[in-house]
């Protein structure tokens, strides 16, 4: 049972385009964090957001946690090909493990 | 992800061979732990340490595998008689050590160690 699941697991765009990646859960977290890996790499944290309809500002990204702290979001003004790679969100319950999701793979095409 | 160390990055062992995994975590950090990522998945968890313990080991396999961060140098993975199905690429990630709860609980990830079994 994977207990976040994000959509959509594919994403291909042209450069220039807007999107919206999403995490569900039907858990609670803590705090919830998004992550972009590339091939061959780590995961690399790109933000956290605790409170619950936290909205987060990185450059062209936007990161929002649901009120219920179950959910968030990603969005992505003007798509770069330097933007694309896996981004994975993970939820965390205190100090143990991360829950990670099934991931969302994005293509930007130039 | 800088900072966190793994090495060997790539690891080749023929089944029945011992696997060996080291991640040196950034530096202050205290808390360290292992994920596996099985190709186009996201990762999943294996074990929680904090220096010379073992605080959560609930997504590590009961046999053949172990983990242990001693007082001095690397945390270590390592697994037993290596099966094809245990190639995947392992991370390590490490998060530093607070007065309070880890609420946020933010992990910073090495760049994993891709075993292959042949």
């Known amino acids: 049972t994977q207990l976040l699941e994000q959509s959509p697991q594919f994403l291909s765009i042209q450069e220039g385009e807007n999107l919206t990646v999403y995490c569900n859960s039907s858990?609670?977290?803590?705090?919830l964090q998004w992550y972009r890996q590339e091939p061959g790499e780590g995961p690399v944290l790109l933000v956290t957001?605790?409170?619950?309809?936290e909205v987060k500002k990185l450059k062209r990204l936007t990161f929002q946690f649901g009120d219920a702290r179950k959910d968030s979001s990603l969005h992505i003004t003007a798509a770069q090909p330097g933007d694309t790679g896996l981004y994975l969100c993970?939820?965390?319950?205190?100090?143990?493990?991360?829950?990670f999701g099934t991931g969302t793979r994005l293509t930007v095409i130039p | 992800n800088a900072g966190v160390m793994q090495n060997p990055r790539h690891l080749v062992r023929r089944r029945g061979q011992e696997a060996r995994l080291r991640c040196s975590p950034m530096k202050g950090h205290s808390h360290v732990y292992w994920y596996r990522q099985l190709p186009e998945e996201g990762l999943k968890f294996m074990v929680y340490?904090?220096?010379?313990?073992?605080?959560?080991e609930s997504g590590m396999p009961k046999e053949r595998f172990s983990a242990e961060f001693p007082k001095e140098g690397p945390s270590i993975l390592r697994i037993q008689q290596v099966v094809r199905g245990d190639s995947a690429a392992y991370f390590c990630?490490?998060?530093?050590?607070?007065?309070?709860?880890?609420?946020?609980?933010?992990?910073?990830f090495g760049p994993g160690t891709r075993l292959t079994v042949l």
């Open positions: 858990s609670v977290f803590s705090s």
């Open positions: 990630a490490s998060s530093p050590q607070t007065s309070g709860r880890l609420t946020y609980n933010e992990q910073f």
């Open positions: 993970a939820g965390a319950r205190g100090a143990n493990n991360l829950f």
């Open positions: 957001v605790v409170t619950g309809g």
């Open positions: 340490l904090q220096k010379e313990n073992i605080i959560d």
